[in-house]
């Protein structure tokens, strides 16, 4: 049915050959937009089914009904739809869209799985979408679904997990196709969608896929639609991402809890001795005090120090929004920052604080850690490194709870589990693929973009560029300040509209624009 | 009713006068053995009903339901018996039992409030007692009171909260006074009670109580009953008690959790920041690195030092049965380091661990920790020196959740609640209260006690010293592996068969050990 659409539609895009790039750019975006402004309340309620679908990718059935749901949007967009299956871990779900004249594949990547949560920290459940007519630390009131006005105010506020990070620019994405068919213009290249279900948990199977499905993947170039804009909500375009590698780390006391005033002072502390631990790993202005650390890290390049210095200083505005009275890295700016290797402490547990602290010594301390990579570290060697500054600060290292032996027979015991990880990913600013990106945007957006040489998040870029050997360029659309991984986070509607026009400019003109280099 | 009772026992009191003490603390210890193996599980049921109302102190309404049912155990025994009030405070309780012929007044002082607990972290309900076959960490299985045998095997234990700290003890005082009766054995010494309701949330109420309750609470001497026996299971007496401060401290981070990878390395981490502080506090070792923090700690006296040297040392096996590896304090033994200061960290929280941890950098991080204070140390002093050492180490200081303004202005802020406290206090072991009871526990026991200068734990011993200038000694009977403050409180029956006897000495004997000096 698509194909016969696509077919008629090969006229209006020949012509529109004749105006100039700009000028097509132009004339789409003020298409889409009126399109969009005709569906908004569609557009939002296909959004809220979607995000009343819980997704933390460690319920496999949840995570079913997701691919189920994901699929049924496709299909009902003539979209060739299949769910990529690898045994029982969660699926991605594939689209393709093919145009006879097109002479360029692009992948459009996100996934639909979300964080996990922890409902006590919401003002609202997580997977029960809620509209409020602006942020809630600003004091932001619930519009019931039934008050809704057309239209609907951009700065009005989705709250559910995954209205940010990825379920919106998957509908984003989604809602681009029907506005251009709408509009009668084609696509310019072929459109692959690739939406992975378990991007929130490390993607552990994301490789298998990709070498399982990697006909079916063939493209020119992956474009991600992860991540968000620019603090300064200009639109940002991305060449890498950080990697990342995660560890749970355990320390031991005593076997049970000891009374604080009998054997505070003798029997060893773990929380103590966990304090003393991190303190060795990380200085408090975020510098990683594990020798050899920053042995891998890869300079940057010309090109991509002058894109850093070109991007906005937000830095002092960004500490005011955040009540922050100073910020790591003795000064320097955050996007230099972020092209460097963190060790984020997530979060500490041991014994009991406030009214429920009792005087006893814990039986043990835990901490969880994310790192963060940049090239050309891997898991690997961090771990390596890791694991070898914890030996010469005394500690044997295990990976299950210790026995009562060993407790007895090594002083100082540090279990570690570690997450799977991934490695860190750049693309080269200077392809053809990055500077025809940068220019159609340039042009929808009529100003200036930010170009990132690496985000500070992590996607598992390195995957596409290992397996698949093309370049993969990141496109965000949602609010910087949408609170992804936390709790409330949110979408600014008018970011949902905005990256509806930016999809759909690529769609109809990335083909073009490759082809004018 | 009593005061005839002892009318009629006099003449018993005064044939047995003609005994060596050695015979009639041989006499009566046989009588009172005798009255606890026919009354077991009577006592034991008497205990059960204590233990079964629930006692945390902030809990108001529980507190005075353990009040009244503690009058009514007093008046039983016809003990003259008075809830002591103070405004809505948790109330003491205070029983009276005078002998006309008695020189001297002995106050015999327990607690019956407990620590808070974490149900959790039990394996059976804190306020539903349990007798196990042998202790839990060994496969100990709960048996059915409806299968209790005849006698109770002295090895069983008694799990429920407060089981050792101090209902136990506060049981073992009113069965002697019982057993005595059945033997006819009249009390040698005027004997008082005061039990506290306020004592595991720090006692912040006993200084008015004794103050305004002044008149009956006169006496000779002060006998603590809180506290456990020696590791050995020796007898101890303790001269006196470690105080204590407790403090939560949160510092704080962003205003809302932040994506740890586009603001790790930046945006100030808490639970780092925390980390480090507490390694600034405190090494690995237990020493307190606070500048000053020693400078108040009083030397030991000879006797002191002598009454250390013949405590038996315990410490490898103490780390055997905790599954130690190694033990704070560089080598020095337990009973030396109990002597000095302790900064104990009892809790940690940021973020989220485990199953649960996202990748954030949290808002705030929270460490709950108590100081364990020897002479000449005072809150106080404590307070100063740990305000000064943040304040050196850039913080600000703040006693609410800070403002935004407040977050915005000051790099770091660290926010202190200081729990009210007490200082430490020391009785000196050559008074002839201390030798008296010393020697007549000797006798009882048939060996050498452990003498400790000062107990790890804390107990308000300075408030009677400072407000009723007399002697303090405790003698406590309960088992040292009782997990005192933590999950699975319990009681060794066995020790509380022999506190039964030890006490009813004291009662019958003490006035004579003490005219024989």
Not at 5 to 11: E, F, N, P, S, W
Not at 23 to 31: A, F, G, K, Q
Not at 459 to 479: A, D, K, R, S, T
Request: aromatic share 6%; charged share 25%; glycine share 8%.
């Amino acid at each position: 049915m698509m194909r016969c659409m696509i077919a008629l539609l090969l006229l209006p895009s020949l012509t529109l050959g004749q105006r100039s790039l700009a000028e097509d750019v132009s004339l789409t975006r003020e298409r889409v937009r009126a399109y969009r402004l005709a569906h908004e309340r569609a557009i939002l309620d296909e959004l809220v089914g979607f995000l009343s679908i819980p997704n933390v990718a460690s319920d496999r059935e949840a995570i079913r009904r997701n691919a189920e749901f994901l699929r049924a949007m496709l299909e009902r967009r003539g979209v060739r739809a299949e769910i990529l299956d690898i045994g029982d871990a969660p699926p991605a779900v594939y689209g393709e869209l093919l145009v006879p004249t097109a002479r360029h594949t692009i992948v459009f990547y996100a996934h639909f799985d979300g964080q996990p949560v922890d409902p006590s920290q919401w003002a609202s459940d997580p997977w029960t979408p809620v509209l409020r007519d602006r942020p809630l630390e600003h004091g932001g009131r619930v519009v019931p679904w039934s008050a809704i006005p057309t239209p609907i105010p951009g700065e009005w506020r989705l709250y559910a997990r995954s209205a940010s990070d990825d379920k919106s620019p998957i509908v984003a994405l989604l809602t681009a196709l029907d506005a251009l068919r709408a509009a009668q213009i084609p696509p310019s290249v072929n459109i692959k969608f690739f939406f992975e279900g378990e991007e929130e948990a490390g993607s552990p199977h994301l490789r298998t896929i990709l070498q399982k499905y990697a006909d079916r993947l063939k493209a020119d170039a992956w474009v991600l639609c992860d991540g968000p804009v620019h603090q300064t909500r200009r639109q940002q375009v991305y060449f890498g991402a950080r990697g990342i590698v995660d560890l749970e780390l355990t320390v031991y006391g005593p076997v049970r809890p000891l009374h604080s005033g009998h054997y505070g002072n003798w029997a060893p502390n773990p929380a103590a001795l966990l304090a003393q631990l991190l303190a060795s790993m990380r200085d408090e202005d975020g510098h990683i005090r594990i020798p050899g650390f920053y042995d891998d890290v890869r300079p940057l390049t010309e090109s991509e120090r002058r894109a850093l210095a070109e991007i906005p200083d937000i830095d002092a505005a960004l500490r005011e929004e955040l009540g922050l009275g100073w910020s790591e890295g003795g000064g320097r700016r955050l996007v230099e920052l972020i092209m460097a290797p963190a060790l984020n402490v997530r979060g500490l547990r041991a014994g009991h604080v406030g009214e429920t602290a009792q005087n006893a010594i814990p039986t043990e301390a835990r901490a969880s850690i994310d790192f963060r990579l940049v090239p050309d570290q891997t898991p690997e060697s961090v771990r390596r490194r890791v694991e070898e500054h914890l030996r010469r600060q005394g500690f044997t290292i295990v990976t299950e709870a210790p026995t009562l032996e060993q407790r007895r027979r090594h002083p100082k015991i540090a279990r570690l589990v570690w997450g799977p990880g991934y490695p860190p990913a750049r693309t080269s600013m200077d392809l053809p693929i990055s500077r025809a990106l940068v220019r159609l945007i340039e042009e929808t957006i009529g100003a200036p973009i930010v170009k990132m040489p690496t985000l500070g998040g992590s996607i598992p870029m390195y995957l596409f560029q290992e397996l698949l050997n093309v370049p993969v360029i990141g496109v965000p659309i949602v609010n910087h300040d949408n609170n992804q991984h936390g709790a409330n986070e949110n979408l600014r509607l008018q970011n949902l509209w905005d990256g509806i026009e930016l999809y759909a400019v690529l769609f109809a003109h990335l083909g073009r624009a490759l082809e004018a280099k």
